[in-house]
């Protein structure tokens, strides 16, 4: 009975806009988050595989009244999180799961964080995404910067999306594409939106991030962006690799230092392992295209990132091979910064500023590349943008912590 | 089919209290904050200009679950907001707005802030009304008080209304009463509740707040009260003024030093101007009723705030002239306090206490003065108060901030 | 209609597993807490006293949308909230109530609090229930360890209940077992979970609390756990006692060494008396098991709680006997640890590890002494398991927090 109602507002939406593409929205300020079922049979739409999207709402725990947006393109499935600054839960093609696990296990609502708890760390209480925004008003660890606590990895991953819309080209390939808006706003302290979009084509294996910062103040304003983008197993695994044309890599902290020699191989699930993280500044083409890789030790399954370093100049790569329970798990981080605390980064020039009613532009795009051949075709790519340019290994962190 | 089974429990319970006036329970522990849509016509009111009260619940983002009751009284437009301290978040006559355009666009659950984040200023994000409640446990800037972390301007404006309910006088002039109560209370702690109640009548341009705080516990407690009324265009522009009976005015603090010639004068939205603030003494009559006003340059549109000083004893004027995109806006802020941290007042003999089971009552007349005569009367009276008393302009702030 | 179609759901879920008990879930991820009212006839048991199971939902003010499971056993009422830990708000046999009035009269929503607010003592912002967990990753009294604020009494009591189910055993008894799940998990901190169980037998005036804590992690963490179980009138009057088989009582501080020769004899309610909390080491019996009886001044009305020392080892008497109004309580608290801050407790060998994969029990009973010979039967079963032996009165607390 309610999915039947539903169905008849969502013909009346799409009749309004026939013309180009169906539109809808899922979520405003006059409009809950209702459950939804929509599929491309409903639309009309005869593809080879049928894809459809799906609305529902989380119950119990600290996921209470959490909204879940499901989007299965025929072949890869997508949960997107509008609760949670339409963070990308989970991808997953056939048996294939981008993402990990972590231990935290539900998809916790922002009201029951307090982001502040835990040294600024608390954060950590709701971290289990595949991508996870980070910023936009600061990036990085805890820590004092002009007397005010930053919070491990800003706010973005915890607001609730204000208005969310979905929209399906109305001619083949009919790429889907799910819209979200970020609202980062305090009084005398910031005025930024981030339209969010992602973008998938039905019967693809990838999708593509597409995210406009606004600085919506009447003053120029410092801002930070990174892309935490999160995999394990089965990319993740001992011998794994990570390629990427490197134009300079350093440890973030001196415990990384002792594994700098292998930074770009990976450990099994190691005990006491905890993480070390390295800083890499990668190089690019001439339009500031560049491509970040992980593959499996065979060299058979990876998954690339594609990103401009116009947009997002530095990339962090995570390695936290501990064990699979403690969250086995690698972060391929774009970013306009590292992952230090902004106070530190302002000396690297690693904290950009927005002028008054400017905006930016974060685009990345993920490819499973399913097979030897599609991996072997993103190294050469990553070979091809290197172009034999030097890679420098830099054997000490840009930051002493140390003085911290 | 959902306003019809409204209207038959409306039309039961109006039933059980017909010999004087309608009323509705819209809020309990035992209702939920559903939509209703209630008119004049349906009471069966004849009125020259009909009145409706309605409750509508905002979604999405960082406003997910916040009720919001519009009062159209026939001429005028109220918009009060039971999720934050029954706060005032506008008011409008025709298209002259009472209100401001502040940066935080969302209507914000207190689920979603943390007051206690960025120094004790998450307050910030949620600030937006024409009428915000500070108090009652503390009014003022964050900082220590005796170890403890003060956030500004104190809990109120971010406790949800426990139990709201809508009085309609059954003759008239049909005075429209809504009531909401805040709890305010932690065990050791504090044991306030406050008795809102928003008044206005059909046809009028005016509203009044009648709020009573009772100290439920059994000793006695200090408490701080600060009603944050917010104006801007079409009230506030270049040469704009501020006329009270002032007794001491003084700058809050060093930078309003600066501008104290010209204290009651507004410049118009001026770049890096950011706030001034002045500490007003006001004079009141026999009974301790005064009058505060801010007109246009022209006298020819203004409001008024009246008070009686001995509930409200001090007055803060809030001048935030900045560019209209940051805030365009004045704070008309009648108090017990001024807005230093609750450890500088003190001193001043600004912080008072409540007996235990004692009450302590704030009302406030919002008037509206449509035209040259209404402003012209406005002042008068301002200078009737006044009498003729002298005006201590103080040069230097009442607080050393610098010792801080 | 609404509790038809519940009726049928429910008959359609028992039928599941008629044979040995009925099985109800009542809030899981994909199911609300929605409203329930289960009774013994429904079932079709015939007891002598009907019993039933009622899901209700809080509205307005803190306590938007937090869930309260009634259970009737026929004799003794009991209310959990499930939004609050699976807590005990409180319980009651005809009108002998279990429980207190603390001044926080609403059940909060942990949405609404932030317990490192008030220098983290934000948890006193919803403490008002009859049992009320703390724990699981700390305890005690706000303060830093290891460079990390650990808020009043940790998280338990503000972590909604992620499973909730009730189990009916199909055959006499018909004991009533009402569990819920509460997940503590935070990337790289804590990978908790605690099964809550309650369990209460048809026309029994007793109910028991079966937890087990799940270290779910590949590492060993310490955890603590501390049960604050609290009573006032009847039980608590002047005159009142309180008796266990002890081994060591000290007091907590120096303000309650004043108090130490009468620490097992209560004040009526005392102005400014505050509290005053002594530490006590219980002796057990052979098997571990100890009893703690709180009884009114003529002995003729008790409670008593009975738990291992295995499990809890240590017991903290809290003595808050001030005015009625501020919440004239008395705490019996069986637990892992004192109410010292985590920091002050390794010293004293009362912060235990849980290793990976490990679990711990946390069971006690708690029992109604209805009338002299209850009280009798109980207390002589503290001088059966005291059984002789010396009891050291220490005169100085076993901390000197003097030394802060």
Chains 1, 2, 3 share one sequence.
């Not at 904290?351 to 795009?365: L, M, S």
Request: hydrophobic share 35%.
């Amino acid at each position: 009975m309610k999915s039947l109602k539903l169905l008849v507002s969502l013909a009346a939406l799409s009749a309004a806009s026939h013309a180009m593409a169906w539109d809808y929205v899922l979520l405003d300020s006059d409009k809950a988050a209702d459950n939804l079922h929509l599929t491309s049979q409903q639309l009309g739409v005869k593809t080879e595989r049928p894809f459809s999207v799906t609305l529902r709402t989380l119950h119990g725990g600290r996921q209470e009244g959490v909204s879940i947006i499901d989007i299965d393109n025929g072949v890869m499935k997508l949960s997107v999180v509008p609760t949670r600054g339409m963070n990308v839960l989970q991808a997953s093609v056939g048996d294939v799961r981008l993402g990990w696990d972590s231990p935290v296990k539900e998809v916790v609502n922002p009201a029951f964080i307090e982001l502040n708890g835990r040294g600024g760390l608390g954060w950590l209480e709701g971290f289990n995404e595949l991508v996870t925004r980070c910023g936009y008003e600061w990036v990085g660890h805890p820590g004092l910067d002009n007397g005010e606590l930053l919070t491990l990895h800003g706010r973005a991953a915890n607001i609730p999306a204000s208005k969310v819309t979905l929209h399906i080209d109305e001619k083949p390939p009919y790429a889907i594409h799910l819209r979200g808006e970020l609202k980062e706003q305090a009084f005398k302290k910031v005025d930024f939106s981030v339209a969010t979009e992602l973008v998938t084509e039905p019967g693809s294996t990838s999708f593509t991030l597409n995210d406009r910062l606004t600085n919506n103040g009447d003053y120029p304003k410092e801002y930070q962006a990174l892309y935490h983008s999160n995999f394990s197993t089965p990319f993740l695994e001992q011998g794994a690799k990570f390629a990427a044309p490197v134009k300079q890599v350093s440890p973030f902290n001196d415990k990384a230092k002792a594994d700098l020699a292998d930074w770009q191989t990976y450990r099994g699930p190691t005990r006491d392992y905890d993480e070390t993280v390295y800083n890499v500044v990668p190089y690019a083409d001439a339009k500031g295209e560049t491509l970040a890789v992980l593959h499996n030790k065979a060299g058979s399954l990876g998954v690339s990132l594609g990103f401009n370093t116009q947009q997002l100049p530095v990339f962090s790569l995570w390695k936290n091979t501990d064990t699979q329970g403690q969250g086995y798990v690698t972060g391929l981080e774009p970013g306009t910064s590292f992952s230090y605390n902004r106070r530190y980064q302002r000396p690297l020039n690693l904290v950009p500023t927005i002028g008054a009613k400017e905006q930016r532009q974060f685009q990345i795009r993920y490819n499973l590349l399913a097979d030897k051949a599609a991996v072997d075709d993103a190294l050469s790519l990553v070979g091809k943008i290197q172009d034999g340019r030097q890679t420098e290994v830099r054997p000490t962190p840009l930051v002493d912590l140390s003085k911290e």
